[in-house]
């Protein structure tokens, strides 16, 4: 079974360029989730989804951080425009349900510069 | 605002050795998570306990779950080098999802 797919794997811009990072979960899992993770620290949820509902969203920044997941499968995080604190990695998880555990895949390695 | 804290942040193992991780809680939780990250890589799951008095063993490594002290370990047997890694925990309640993480611990084997 495939896990969670996520690119691209590895993204450097300039600050105040737009980036975005995709996501697609396991087959047949409705909860998606976006987290942050800053060097040296445990991740940070920023949204989770039920299907194609943002049902958190919380903690995210929503003056520059969109995220979308049309038809409740794939996933798109943006950041519009990137600041020099962003650089981090991006994970994304998926769960047959919001109950269930989580699972990660690789993350998306961004550096502003 | 649910808190998770590991200790140590850094353990440096020799390689036959034995450690210990601690992760205490601030709240009542259902569930705790162990996780391992290789550089670079994502959250390999190692262990979910559920309930007091929880312990799981895989290999050289064991968790535990103390409830009423909200407090885990992950107990490492006879260091090896492949267990050079980021190891945490992680807590969360049925009602909210969330899962909190703790800030990691990394951990270096040497000979």
């Known amino acids: 079974e495939a896990g969670v797919v996520q690119s691209p794997r590895y993204k450097i811009i300039e600050k105040k360029q737009p980036v975005a990072f995709w996501c697609n979960p396991i087959s047949g899992h409705n909860t998606l989730y976006w987290y942050l993770q800053n060097l040296g620290q445990g991740p940070e949820l920023l949204i989770r989804?039920?299907?194609?509902?943002?049902?958190?969203d919380s903690q995210l920044p929503k003056d520059r951080f969109s995220a979308e997941r049309l038809k409740g499968v794939d996933s798109t995080l943006k950041i519009q425009p990137a600041e020099l604190g962003d650089s981090a990695v991006y994970l994304c998880?998926?769960?047959?349900?919001?109950?269930?555990?989580?699972?990660f895949g690789p993350g998306t390695r961004l550096t502003v510069l | 605002e649910l808190k998770v804290e590991q200790n140590p942040l850094f353990l440096s193992m020799q390689e036959g050795k034995n450690y210990t991780i601690y992760c205490n809680y601030s709240?009542?939780?259902?569930?705790l998570y162990w996780y391992r990250q290789d550089p670079g890589k994502s959250l390999e799951s190692l262990f979910v306990?559920?309930?007091?008095?929880a312990v799981k063993q895989e290999g050289r490594l064991m968790a535990s779950l103390d409830t009423k002290a909200r407090l885990s370990t992950l107990h490492i047997t006879a260091a090896v080098h492949d267990l050079s890694a980021t190891y945490f925990c992680a807590v969360d309640m049925f009602n909210d999802y969330k899962l909190s993480f703790g800030a990691g611990t990394t951990v270096t084997v040497r000979a």
């Open positions: 709240t009542t939780s259902d569930r």
């Open positions: 306990l559920l309930s007091n008095g």
């Open positions: 998880a998926s769960a047959d349900d919001g109950y269930n555990e989580q699972f």
């Open positions: 989804y039920e299907n194609e509902e943002a049902v958190d």
